[in-house]
C-alpha cells in the first residue's frame, strides 16, 4: 500500500468518524459565532479602534482563523482516542510510515478547519462588503490557516495518551496563540516582549493573510506572513513524526520490552 493510499484511507476514516459526531461540528461553528453576533456586538459599540474601522469588520478575519484554529487543532484528539485504544499501533505498523499516517490526519483536520470557517465565510456579506475576488482568496488563506492549525494540533497529540491531557493542553496553547495575534484586538501597542511574540505567532501571521484577502491593512509584509506560516509547518510536521513512533524507530531508541506479566 502507497503512503497516498494510506494517507487517503486515514483522511475518509477520520471524516466518516466526524459525519456520525455531528455535534463536534456544530461546536466548533458555535464558537466563533458566540464571539461575532455576541462579543463583537457589544464591543462595536464602545471599541474605538484607530483606523476608524467597525469593530465587528476589524474582527471578522480574526474569528474566521478562529474557526479554523480550534476546527483544525482539535480534530487531533482523534489521534489520542486511537492511541488509547491501540488502532494507532495499528496504523503505524504499515509499510507507509508515520509520515503518511501523520499527512492523512493532517488531511482530515484541514477539512475541518475549513469547513467550519467556510461556514462562517457564510456571514461575509453581513459584516462587510466582499468582492468575489476577495472571497475567493479568503477560501484559499482559509485553507492554508487550517493546515497549520492541523499540523500543530497533531504536534500536541504526538506523545499524549490521554483526551484528558490533550485538552488541557491545546486549549492553554491555542488561547493564548489567539489573544497574542491581533485577531481580536489591535496588537501594535502590545509591551516589547509580546509583540515580539507575535511576530513569530503563527496565528497573527493566519490572521494577516485573511485581513490581507479582504483588503484590510497588515503590520508584516506578505512574505514575512509565508515565511513564518510554512517554518512552521515543517518544523511542526516533522517532530511529530518523530514523536509519534511509539517504537521510536526514527530516533534510533527501540521501546524498552516489557516484564513479563506486565499489563
Not at 469547513?115 to 456579506?125: D, E, I, N
Amino acid at each position: 500500500m502507497s503512503a497516498l493510499t494510506t494517507a487517503l484511507a486515514i483522511t475518509t476514516r477520520d471524516l466518516r468518524r466526524v459525519r456520525r459526531q455531528p455535534s463536534r461540528l456544530l461546536g466548533g461553528i458555535a464558537r466563533p459565532f458566540v464571539w461575532l453576533l455576541l462579543v463583537a456586538t457589544g464591543y462595536n459599540a464602545i471599541a474605538q479602534l484607530p483606523s476608524g474601522m467597525p469593530y465587528r469588520e476589524f474582527v471578522y478575519p480574526g474569528v474566521l482563523v478562529m474557526a479554523c484554529l480550534f476546527g483544525g487543532a482539535l480534530t487531533a484528539v482523534s489521534t489520542v482516542y486511537d492511541r488509547e485504544f491501540g488502532m494507532l499501533r495499528l496504523m503505524l505498523a504499515s509499510p507507509a510510515g508515520p509520515g503518511a499516517v501523520l499527512f492523512g490526519r493532517t488531511l482530515s483536520a484541514t477539512v475541518m478547519g475549513t469547513t467550519q470557517a467556510l461556514v462562517v465565510l457564510a456571514a461575509a456579506p453581513f459584516i462587510t462588503s466582499p468582492t468575489l475576488p476577495q472571497l475567493l482568496l479568503a477560501v484559499g488563506t482559509l485553507v492554508v490557516a487550517s493546515a497549520v492549525s492541523a499540523v500543530l494540533g497533531l504536534l500536541v497529540a504526538s506523545r499524549l495518551r490521554s483526551v484528558e491531557n490533550f485538552a488541557g493542553i491545546i486549549n492553554v496553547l491555542l488561547f493564548p496563540l489567539l489573544f497574542l495575534s491581533g485577531a481580536l484586538y489591535p496588537a501594535e501597542q502590545l509591551p516589547r516582549p509580546l509583540a515580539l511574540f507575535a511576530s513569530v505567532n503563527p496565528v497573527t501571521h493566519m490572521v494577516e493573510l485573511v485581513r490581507r484577502a479582504f483588503g484590510q491593512p497588515a503590520e508584516y509584509g506578505f512574505g514575512l506572513n509565508v515565511v513564518v506560516l510554512v517554518a512552521w509547518t515543517v518544523v511542526a510536521f516533522l517532530l511529530a513524526t518523530l514523536l509519534f513512533d511509539p517504537e521510536a524507530r526514527l530516533i534510533g531508541r527501540p521501546r524498552p520490552a516489557r516484564a513479563a506479566g506486565a499489563p
